[in-house]
């Protein structure tokens, strides 16, 4: 079964086929399948022969084995970017699981490779999609070793803000699934900021009330945070 109309130009708009004449992948995409993927379904990570992951319908989530919420991939994105060449196995599997039902398909190592090779445009493009995935993961290591809860959602929103405001597709409870805290601690961390004037906060909606105070706000807490751990340190010396 090949991809539908839609699905196919949904492939080859894509970033991958950014600035290029996308007429001359039309063949490429036309020897993928699209998978079906229900609502709630799991599809593991580990292939048994490497390929790109591509969605063309609905959306799917990227989650650890601890089922923490790394990002919500909607029609468009990539997935498997960082794995396609990588030789190094994780030690644990990550997972994605269909948020709604969705549509996925995939482009072999092999296909890819010959892509890259005969489309210099192509290779750039995968490489700033491979530099942004990159990017993104480091930001949400910092959200997940910050040093108090109120910095990581202090970042998280610094990192989302769009024209003043970070939206919550999936509410507060999907905010605790990407910081990995507890409902109850991220309550106490919006309200905390609500208090100081730093944002507000109504049903699926953060708005910053001002960019500055909130940068100020993750650095005078951490700040504070590292010079409580050194005395801790030096007291026990």
Aim: glycine share 4%.
């Amino acid at each position: 079964m090949a991809l539908n109309t839609k699905q196919e130009r949904i492939f080859l708009e894509s970033d991958l086929f950014s600035g290029c004449e996308t007429r001359n992948f039309r063949a490429l995409a036309q020897t993928l399948s699209p998978v079906s993927i229900l609502k709630g379904q799991l599809l593991s990570s580990l292939h048994t022969t490497p390929a790109l992951g591509f969605v063309i319908d609905g959306s799917l989530d990227f989650c650890g084995y601890n089922d923490v919420l790394f990002c919500t991939m909607e029609p468009g994105d990539f997935f498997e970017v960082h794995s396609v060449f990588s030789e190094v196995r994780p030690v644990l599997p990550y997972r994605f699981r269909a948020r709604s039902n969705c549509m996925v398909t995939f482009i072999s190592k092999h296909a890819l490779t010959t892509v890259l090779q005969d489309n210099p445009k192509v290779a750039q493009n995968y490489m700033v999609i491979l530099s942004d995935w990159l990017q993104n993961t480091i930001c949400r290591l910092y959200c997940f070793t910050a040093s108090t809860p109120s910095v990581a959602l202090g970042m998280y929103l610094l990192r989302n803000e769009r024209h003043g405001s970070v939206r919550l597709p999936d509410g507060l409870a999907g905010l605790a699934r990407r910081l990995n805290i507890s409902r109850a601690t991220l309550y106490r961390c919006l309200a905390e900021m609500e208090t100081r004037k730093l944002i507000e906060h109504q049903e699926k909606t953060v708005y910053i009330r001002g960019r500055e105070q909130l940068e100020q706000y993750i650095w005078d807490y951490s700040v504070q945070e590292k010079e409580q751990l050194t005395a801790s340190e030096i007291k026990k010396e």
